[in-house]
């Protein structure tokens, strides 16, 4: 078991009743187009690796492929595709090649990132190492942080002073008035940040807005907010709930939500929400066992993209001391939650909620997925789906001629072992190394 425990900074935390939220719109590709670019690498060239260039594609073997200037420029085997003399080489015989990895549920939050602005370089880096970079992510989507800082350390990557990601953000969430989630509250208190809560449909889409102009990509709703006490879950407001989707949507960026219960989660549907933070291992539709055919059909007329976050139940139930029984009919259910959700045609996008925990290794995630999904789906929902979802289908998520040269190599083939996807040997953005065996 590779689970460690959660965070002590926040407390009575129950994932196994939120859901979260994506959206069903094609998004702008222009999100990234100002900075989400590495400075410029040197020519490369990656040669001998077993290569995966998308989920569907037969795998390529002794293949090489060739970047210049942070781009894809040539890709095929050592027989038919020339490397120019002086080219820096990777001799990644033995390894698998796949498109850079989406993280697409985590928090800018660890205690390490706090300080974006002016925190030294070196720290920050190593946080973003430990949590995503070393696990082989190029692209995550911070779902709920401090957009000041989250726009900050994305400022100090893209300059080329920190190797990190690149950084999606949804900045400041919102939550209910009176809905702050009982799990934050202290954590807020702790940092002096200002409330998240909004109380109107004017006051939300107005700070939607403003935080969209400074740069966000998208805004993430707690639809339905754990306030604990004898209100439990606190629903939004449906007014408010649409006048977020709606502000996020006419710039073409997606809404995320944790619906929390079955009262939120009709709260986010009806509101166009497009993106379900996590799958539920409770209060699923009303079902005893799980999601309801009726939700799951909902869920895909909706067009929802769900984020199963399913080791996170683990890492909850060993904080909580929940029992074994109780844990495996909660991993059981998820497990046919996200089986039955992929096989009605719903998009399953990868997310950890790393940053909210310390469990980094994504290891037991891949363990978990493989019973419900195969590889080439778990390498969907690190890399293609996540692309088209959110607007990078002609940049990111696949290994073609003209794409973003955003690589993963890997020690061992995840086409005989999932687990494999987290044997990282090497971490490519923009075709610059930016962790691994490789660094130079
Ligand atoms: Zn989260």
């Known amino acids: 078991m590779t689970i460690r425990t959660a965070l002590s900074w926040m407390s009575e935390w129950r994932p196994h009743v939120l859901v979260g939220l994506v959206i069903g719109v094609s998004f702008a590709a222009n999100v990234l187009a100002r900075d989400s670019q590495s400075p410029a690498a040197q020519e490369l060239a990656i040669v001998g690796a077993r290569m995966y260039p998308s989920p ?193 949507h006419r710039r073409g960026k997606p809404a995320f939500a944790h619906p929390s219960n079955l009262a939120g989660l009709n709260v986010a549907i009806e509101s166009g929400v497009d993106v379900l933070a996590h799958t539920t291992a409770m209060d699923g539709g009303g079902v005893p066992g799980g999601w309801s055919k009726e939700l799951i059909s909902r869920l895909r007329k909706h067009n929802m993209a769900l984020i199963p976050t399913m080791s996170l139940f683990e890492v909850e139930a060993h904080r909580t001391g929940e029992s074994p029984d109780d844990l495996a009919q909660a991993i059981a259910m998820i497990t046919t939650e996200v089986k039955n959700y992929a096989a009605a045609g719903g998009q399953i996008l990868f997310g950890t909620d790393v940053g909210y925990t310390d469990a980094f290794d994504t290891t037991e995630e891949y363990r978990l997925m493989s019973a419900a999904l195969d590889w080439r789906k778990i390498l969907d929902s690190l890399t293609t789906a996540p692309a088209a979802r959110f607007g990078f289908a002609t940049r990111k998520g696949a290994i073609a001629k003209g794409m973003d040269a955003d690589l993963v190599l890997l020690n061992a083939d995840p086409a005989q072992d999932p687990t494999a996807f987290a044997r990282v040997r090497d971490t490519i953005r923009g075709g610059r190394v930016i962790w691994g065996r490789d660094l130079n």
């Open 56 to 248: 569907d594609a037969a795998p390529v073997e002794d293949s090489v492929v060739v970047i210049e200037d942070g781009r894809i420029v040539r890709v095929g085997t050592r027989s038919n595709t020339p490397v120019s003399p002086g080219v820096h080489l990777i001799d990644a015989r033995g390894a698998v090649l796949t498109a850079g990895f989406w993280n697409n549920h985590i928090h800018l939050m660890t205690p390490d990132q706090l300080d974006a602005a002016t925190g030294k370089a070196e720290k920050l880096q190593a946080s973003l190492e430990a949590m995503l970079t070393r696990w082989g992510f190029t692209t995550v989507f911070d779902i709920a942080s401090s957009t000041d800082n989250a726009l900050a350390l994305r400022r100090r990557i893209n300059s080329g002073e920190i190797a990190g990601p690149t950084i999606l953000t949804v900045g400041d969430p919102f939550f209910p008035k009176d809905g702050t989630p009982i799990y934050v509250r202290e954590f807020f208190a702790a940092h002096g940040w200002p409330s998240d809560e909004v109380a109107t449909p004017e006051e939300a889409a107005a700070r939607a807005a403003h935080q969209l102009d400074r740069g966000t990509d998208g805004v993430k709703l707690f639809a339905g907010a754990i306030v604990g006490g004898k209100a439990g879950v606190l629903p939004m407001r449906l007014d408010i709930a649409k006048a977020l989707v709606a502000e996020a």
